[in-house]
């Protein structure tokens, strides 16, 4: 897929239709978001030309729960799906609802064998379900309740779900500033089974400071990409046998934003491996 854009498709800036009328040439694909929407998405879907390649990343399966969402956000999903014919669907390994309320952020994964296992039987039950494979994503901590490592749980996951992952590169320094890692970036990176991880996403962020450390707060495209995230692709690039996709989260940047993000991003990849870009981009 390449290097591509992460867009919600019902924002005015960046508007998705101005990326692909006047900056096609500054992105591979576009990741395509709707807030898990599917009773307003078939006429902007339907504008997105069919040589744009894009991937899907729903929200609100849930698949950290104890149980299955409801049929109604699965059904959403498909329906997506069936709009975008996307190679595969991205989910945030976390909770947006709690007794059917909407929480205000992403409650992450709770880090023990028993949401790991819950985790693997409601992703192999979506499995069975969609038409396209679900691909789990590292969501943002805050705060991490449980004594399992982020990169067990996610190897765990891969495993018991069999399916691949979308490493969410400032997310993984999440977990390290709640874990007391934050200047390690990369700690522990040598307990994630790297064969599984498809696509990489990396965002603008910004790091809230209070009494006991620091934050990451993810900004998408209004805020510049840490430091830290772009260290984690250097590091990573090499070792990453099946990554097909770099995604860069751009809701909220202006396009000549998100295109000169996307421009620094690929800058990064081409002094890394410079043959995965050349094999996998077509801008
Ligand atoms: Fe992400």
Redesign the pocket.
Known sequence: MGVGL?IDIFDTQPDFRTLIANHRAGFDFLEVYSRGDADHTDDPFAQIPDDVPRTYHHEGLDPVGPGLCPDAPIAGCVKNQQLLAPPWTVEELAVRHIDGKYTDFFFPAILNTECAAATIRNLNALHSILPAPLLP?NAPYEFVVGDMHLADFLTTVAHGADCGL?L?LG?YWSYQLCVGKGEQPDHGLERLDLSRVLEV?L?GARLEPYAGGQIYRDLHGAGPIPEASLFLLRELLPKLPNLKAITI?VENATERAAIAQAAQVREVVRATLPAWLEAASVA
């Open positions: 992460g994503e979308v969410d997310h996403h965002a989260e």
